[in-house]
């Protein structure tokens, strides 16, 4: 089976590996893929209308996949309004050019919630890295995000997504380990439950390349009456 790393920000090195890696604005590629390009919320700055303007060059180019990483972060960076500010105009652009969002979030959930009922995105929100609970896993896909699990994340929360059927995604993200491991950890967690991409998903909020390599559980039961 060939895994795909949904996000990351270096080159694998093991053989056979797909891939999308994260690169910033005006940095794209030509040589690879698959890419995701946004105004990451510790690079927003006064002046990140510059960084928007390469973004949107970047953002109809094929390799281009998804817009991001953006998003917020309570911990670093600049104030939040600024950085939401950044935030709304690549949902916006995301929109436009019609390519799913990955959301960079950090204890500003809740700020994510409000602004995803505001906006209304036509387009997919992917939390990428996601490590909260249950809960908040669940508060998160009722309002129709995608969750992706890197090398930390709650067993609990794994469980939950994957029994209830929603697609997700698995990655590397800055950490020093492959996907191969990524996906054993998860499997390992599952109780040793095979995790194969599907090619089609019913109901899937978008279409293209990134939603040909989903993951998707299985329900906790299909038992006949």
């Known amino acids: ?59 109809v180019l094929p390799n281009v996949w998804a817009i991001g990483e953006c998003g917020l972060d309570a911990l670093r960076g600049e104030e939040m309004p600024l950085q939401i500010e950044a935030f709304r105009a ?63 994340f709650q067993t609990e929360t794994l469980k939950m997504v994957v029994t209830s059927g929603i697609p997700f995604y698995l990655e590397t993200d800055c950490a020093a380990v492959s996907i191969h491991e990524i996906y054993r950890l998860a499997e390992s967690a599952l109780g040793g439950q095979s995790l194969v991409p599907r090619g089609s998903v019913d109901g899937l909020p978008f279409s293209g390349p990134l939603a040909e390599h989903i993951l998707v559980g299985r329900p906790t039961c299909q038992c006949d009456d």
């Open 1 to 59: 089976m060939t895994m795909f790393d949904f996000h990351t920000h270096t080159l694998p090195q093991h053989p056979g590996t797909e891939f999308m890696l994260n690169v910033s604005p005006g940095q794209v590629p030509a040589d690879v893929v698959a890419c995701s390009v946004g105004l990451h919320p510790w690079e927003v700055t006064a002046s990140w209308q510059v960084q928007l303007n390469l973004l949107r060059t970047d953002a």
């Open 90 to 152: 690549q949902v916006q652009l995301a929109d436009e050019v019609g390519k799913p969002v990955i959301v960079h979030c950090v204890r500003a959930f809740e700020v994510l919630l409000r602004l995803h009922k505001e906006l209304q995105p036509r387009q997919p929100w992917i939390v990428h890295g996601f490590r909260g609970k249950p809960a908040l896993a669940q508060q998160i896909m009722a309002k129709g995000m995608l969750l992706s699990f890197g090398h930390v």
